[in-house]
């Protein structure tokens, strides 16, 4: 009965067109609001999306990584207990430093990776070879896979060049003050290849062989950066982290891809929650116009509020009309909203009305729809038409009851 009276004060012509108009006002910057929440929303889902995928080609589902220092001694009885661990696809030994390249007059400081032969198997970068092959080479005959940005620099062609680069890289453990220059290691490498994934990693990742790291670097055969591993499900839970952690005891780190990239996920979660609140704001603003609405709608309505009351409707009945008023004005704006959203959605999948600047995957910018956005801004537009609404409902319910004759 309340939502049948709200409906037809909606729809009735009012005796002063200002509230008509300050009603579709009301409902057009609801609509508004609605469709940026949920667009902006659905951007940064898509981007989030984007940079995971970029993310998963170099980053492994999980890194176990020394708690202090750079580098770790590993017995093989925890890596067969590693091997023999359910739910685990496989992993890679790892050592990376800073090393610095040179070609010809070019130099370059570069993140220089040693791989062995497994890592292929357990990401996506010997995916992402763009040119030349993937190959590492061996401990006494290193090849390297250049990032595409590196390659540019050094102003190399990785899949033909014939003179091989330089490669200093300081050695691990004390240095001897009277000789200082024994300190750094310096070699030949052969490139072979270049891999193109994203710029952060193109312009600084060389892969090489793991072997070849740990003699520049003077390290044991057992002793490691990190161990790289892919999951089955791709998701790191307490069990898994529990188990790994029982095998390689408290003095190691173990990650997960998020926690790996900890900054950039949580910066990217950040400034959507930002996003959200100031577009929430600009729907509190728009609300201003429901008070207005409501306000002038109680006015107008004095004579229907003195009826209802003379034929036993209380307070609570008639502040109740006023409040689903104002939340059916929320409701048609925020459902055209969504409308407009999933409009404007599939309109930039389709026809790529924004284009997308970088060196990414894709030339537009993504989105990606999901129902708690939804149900997130559907929330948020309930609480803010309420609010609004509350006022002008409690005066229309305190209008004083008068008998005229």
Not at 190 to 198: D, E, L, V, W
């Amino acid at each position: 009965m309340k939502i049948l009276f709200a409906w037809r004060y909606f729809k009735a012509k009012k005796s002063t067109n200002a509230i008509n108009i300050i009603s579709w006002v009301s409902v057009s910057a609801i609509i508004l609001g609605t469709a940026s929440l949920i667009v902006l929303l659905s951007v940064f889902n898509g981007l989030e999306d984007l940079v995971r995928s970029l993310y998963t080609s170099f980053y492994t589902d999980v890194k176990i990584s020394p708690a202090s220092g750079k580098f770790m001694h590993i017995p093989n009885t925890s890596l067969l207990r590693l091997k023999q661990m359910d739910g685990i696809v496989g992993y890679s030994l790892t050592v990376e430093d800073q090393a610095l390249l040179q070609y010809n007059n070019n130099m370059l400081p570069v993140l220089l990776k040693g791989v062995d032969e497994n890592y292929k198997n357990i990401n996506g970068l010997s995916q992402n070879i763009f040119k030349g092959n993937y190959q590492v080479g061996s401990a006494d005959h290193p090849l390297a896979v250049l990032g595409a940005g590196v390659e540019f620099t050094l102003d190399i062609e990785s899949d033909r060049s014939v003179v091989p680069m330089t490669v200093n890289l300081f050695r691990n453990g004390v240095i001897n003050p009277s000789d200082a220059a024994s300190a750094i290691r310096t070699d030949a490498l052969t490139s072979a290849g270049t891999f193109k994934i994203q710029e952060d990693f193109d312009n600084h990742y060389v892969i090489t062989n793991l072997g070849f790291m740990q003699r520049m670097l003077g390290l044991d055969s057992n002793q490691y950066g990190a161990i790289e591993i892919a999951l089955k499900d791709g998701r790191l839970n307490s069990d898994i982290k529990k188990k790994l952690q029982s095998i390689f005891g408290t003095g190691f780190l173990i990650r997960s891809r998020d926690e790996q990239n900890q900054t950039l996920f949580g910066t990217m979660k950040m400034e959507k929650w930002v996003i959200y609140i100031i577009l929430t704001l600009i729907l509190i603003v728009a609300a201003f116009n429901i008070v207005g609405a409501l306000t002038m709608l109680v006015l107008e309505k004095k004579k229907d509020i003195q009826v209802l009351k003379a034929m036993g409707a209380d307070n609570r009945f008639i502040q109740q009309i006023f409040l689903n008023e104002g939340i059916l004005l929320g409701v048609i704006g925020g459902g055209l909203g969504f409308l407009l959203a999933i409009l404007l959605c599939w309109m930039q999948v389709n026809f790529k009305l924004v284009p997308l600047e970088g060196n990414f995957l894709i030339d537009y910018y993504p989105v990606k729809l999901i129902p708690g956005d939804f149900i997130l801004v559907g929330g948020t537009i309930l609480i803010v038409v309420l609010l609004a609404s509350w006022l002008p409902a409690r005066k229309a319910a305190l209008q004083p009851f008068e008998l005229k004759t």
